[in-house]
């Protein structure tokens, strides 16, 4: 698994440093509010445990599964809903825990279903952001590392279901993914 990656971007010591701080900042920015804390899956369940832990404030969490990747290296431009959400999110301060953003197209459908339910608010923290591959506008209001153009793995992160278990975040080698 490790020599299908070009190049380790962020390790585990950097990544672990990191979620400490937004914990932190979270924990003061949503206290008082009990936040509904939503996963995106699958990708964010790692940044996800590892984040609750890190805030210290009473929360609640639930799990929303989409994808648009499939097996491949670019979104596919529709977001298919696998799992909804178990409670209504109608009067709640919300807080979409997302692994990376890239295009944009997953967070912007997922913020247009949550403000139709009535969301009270909807924040968003992403531990990777790849400004460069956006194709809609879209600012999260937490973020983590700020990623090059490149199609990444690791830290939950998949290429066609790989690589999620690895601990660091890193560059995919092209010839893994590209047709000869
Ligand atoms: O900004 P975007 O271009 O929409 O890309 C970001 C989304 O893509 C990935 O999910 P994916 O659809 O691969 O499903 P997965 O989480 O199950 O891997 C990732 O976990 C984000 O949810
Ligand atoms: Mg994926």
Redesign the pocket.
């Known amino acids: 698994m490790q020599n299908d990656i070009q190049s380790i971007l962020f390790t585990e010591e950097e990544i672990q440093h990191k979620v400490n701080e937004l914990g932190e900042q979270l924990s003061r920015d949503f206290d008082n509010r009990n936040p509904l804390v939503i996963c995106?899956?699958?990708?964010?369940f790692v940044f996800m445990s590892d984040l609750v832990k890190r805030m210290t404030i009473p929360l609640e969490i639930d799990f929303m599964a989409?994808?648009?990747?499939g097996q491949a290296t670019r979104?596919s431009g529709v977001v298919k809903i696998i799992k909804d959400l178990d409670v209504p999110v109608e009067g709640r301060d919300v807080l979409i825990v997302?692994?990376?953003?890239?295009?944009?197209?997953?967070?912007s459908y997922l913020i247009d279903v949550l403000e139709r339910r009535n969301a009270l608010s909807v924040s968003i923290v992403t531990l990777f952001d790849k400004p460069a591959?956006r194709s809609v506008e879209l600012e999260p209001d937490y973020k983590g590392f700020t990623l090059p153009h490149e199609f990444v793995v690791g830290y939950g992160?998949?290429y066609a279901e790989k690589y999620r278990n690895l601990p660091y975040i890193g560059i995919l080698k092209r010839e893994v993914y590209a047709k000869p």
């Open positions: 995106v899956l699958k990708g964010a989409v994808s648009s990747y979104s997302e692994d990376i953003i890239d295009s944009g197209l997953t967070l591959g992160l998949d």
